[in-house]
């Protein structure tokens, strides 16, 4: 069972940074995509960004040229740098692995951007 251990939320103003990481234990299989979706109370959960094994990385219009996804493969690791943050970016933000094409979710972790 893959276990999702999420970091780095909290308030900030607007304009400011905020770096997250999730870090995945227990797989026995290598990890495919890693990715961060986000949710604001009363909306869907969206797709911030996505990054493959290979690095490819896919990304919400909403967050281009501003957020920077990344992982650390040897430490099961991915990292979402949020720079430029608005009040629209608050939400619950959860990290996402695949492994042998089954999801694993972390616990959500809260990004609040005031104005």
């Known amino acids: 069972q893959v276990q999702l251990v999420e970091s780095g939320g909290g308030l900030v103003q607007a304009g400011g940074s905020l770096r997250l990481s999730c870090a995945a234990s227990g797989s026995s299989f290598p990890i495919a995509a890693m990715g961060w979706y986000r949710q604001a109370p009363g909306k869907q959960r969206e797709l911030v960004a996505r990054i493959t094994g290979s690095g490819a990385t896919t990304y919400a219009d909403s967050v281009k040229g501003r957020f920077t996804i990344s992982r650390d493969n040897a430490k099961n690791t991915v990292y979402l740098q949020m720079n430029s943050l608005k009040p629209e970016d608050t939400a619950v933000y959860s990290c996402?692995?695949?492994?042998?094409?089954?999801?694993?979710w972390g616990q959500g972790t809260q990004v609040t951007v005031s104005s």
């Open positions: 996402n692995v695949q492994v042998l094409l089954k999801n694993y």
